[in-house]
């Protein structure tokens, strides 16, 4: 079984970013790494963090092995798992018919995730969870970086 735990933030919104992944695989940590972008917004980044860590990965090594993400971003976790298929049904509008923001990411991000198994949780950020702590301490790194 595989772990992933990501965060993304900014300095502002929109502002100086970052995002961070860690990957835990059989309770031990694979890998963990982060990144920043001077001019960004808070979805962005939590959105980067979790295609970075899915990019990652293998998909002829972690074939038919779960993958559980863990991210404290409800716009992560509800779009993947609830609102991207309505977008995709209606050509990549909200409900309002409206476009849907940072449809690049999203696209990525479904394409992605389409070859692995993977399941989504979402975990309360800044609540003593370990691997939650560490991402965001990455974040955190990686915008004083810029």
Same mark, same amino acid.
């Given at each position: 079984?595989?772990?992933?735990?990501? /965060? =993304?933030g900014c300095?502002?919104?929109?502002g100086? =970013?970052g995002?961070?992944? #860690?990957?835990?695989r /059989? /309770?031990?940590?694979?890998?963990?790494k982060c990144?920043? &972008?001077?001019?960004t917004?808070?979805?962005?980044m &939590?959105l980067?963090a #979790?295609?970075?860590? @899915?990019?990652? @990965?293998?998909?002829?090594?972690? $074939?038919?092995?779960?993958?559980t993400?863990?991210? /404290?971003?409800?716009? *992560?976790?509800?779009g993947?798992?609830i609102?991207?298929p309505?977008w *995709? $049904?209606?050509?990549?509008?909200?409900? %309002?018919k409206?476009?849907?923001?940072?449809k690049?990411l999203w696209?990525?991000?479904?394409?992605?995730a389409?070859l692995?198994s #993977?399941s989504?949780?979402?975990? $309360?950020?800044?609540?003593g969870n $370990?691997?939650n702590e560490?991402? %965001? &301490? @990455?974040?955190?790194i990686?915008? #004083?970086?810029?």
């Amino acid at each position: 079984m595989i772990e992933i735990y990501t /965060d =993304g933030g900014c300095s502002g919104n929109p502002g100086p =970013g970052g995002w961070a992944y #860690v990957i835990i695989r /059989d /309770d031990a940590l694979v890998s963990e790494k982060c990144g920043a &972008e001077k001019q960004t917004t808070n979805n962005r980044m &939590e959105l980067q963090a #979790v295609i970075a860590a @899915l990019e990652a @990965l293998s998909p002829e090594k972690e $074939k038919g092995e779960k993958i559980t993400v863990y991210t /404290d971003s409800q716009y *992560v976790q509800k779009g993947i798992s609830i609102w991207l298929p309505e977008w *995709v $049904k209606r050509g990549w509008k909200t409900s %309002d018919k409206k476009p849907v923001k940072n449809k690049e990411l999203w696209q990525r991000l479904e394409a992605l995730a389409g070859l692995f198994s #993977v399941s989504w949780v979402w975990v $309360k950020g800044h609540a003593g969870n $370990k691997y939650n702590e560490r991402c %965001d &301490e @990455l974040t955190r790194i990686a915008i #004083v970086s810029l």
